[in-house]
Structure formats: C-alpha cells, structure tokens
C-alpha cells in the first residue's frame, strides 16, 4: 500500500495469440478483455490512497481506543 505501484511485467499479446490454439481463442480473449479491465481500473486509482480522518472517527465511534489502535497498525503498516 504506502504509495507503491505494483510492478508488473508486461505481456506481449501478440507473441501470446500466435501460441494459443484455435478452440481456445475465446478463453484467451476473455482473459485479455480482464487483463485489459483490471489494467485500466488500476490506472484509474489514485497513486496515494486518501488521507483517514481520525478525529472523526475517534468522535463518532463509541469507543475512541479501538480507533487509536486501530491508528496505530494502520500507520505500522
């Protein structure tokens, strides 16, 4: 999390479809169509997550300890 991007290698689809076989095109469309939409949805996230706000979760929460310790591993981690 912290920040980081996964690093992934990237696939060469072309070299891909030339090995697969004919009557498993479909699946191996299928799995590029996923890769495709998993691929865009990870550049659509943001590159930090949003900052928590925890003085409101202190004040909403009825009790306020669980939040600091839930703080603390939060920030460990």
Do not use: C
């Not at 980081?4 to 699946?27: N, S």
């Amino acid at each position: 999390m912290a920040g980081r991007r996964v690093a992934l290698k990237a696939i060469d689809w072309a070299a891909f479809a030339e090995r697969v076989a004919v009557e498993q095109k479909p699946m191996f469309n299928a799995l590029k169509s996923r890769s495709d939409a998993l691929a865009a949805k990870l550049a659509s996230l943001p590159e930090t997550p949003p900052a928590i706000d925890w003085t409101f979760y202190k004040t909403t929460v009825a009790n306020p300890a669980l939040v600091d310790d839930f703080e603390k591993k939060v920030r460990h981690f």
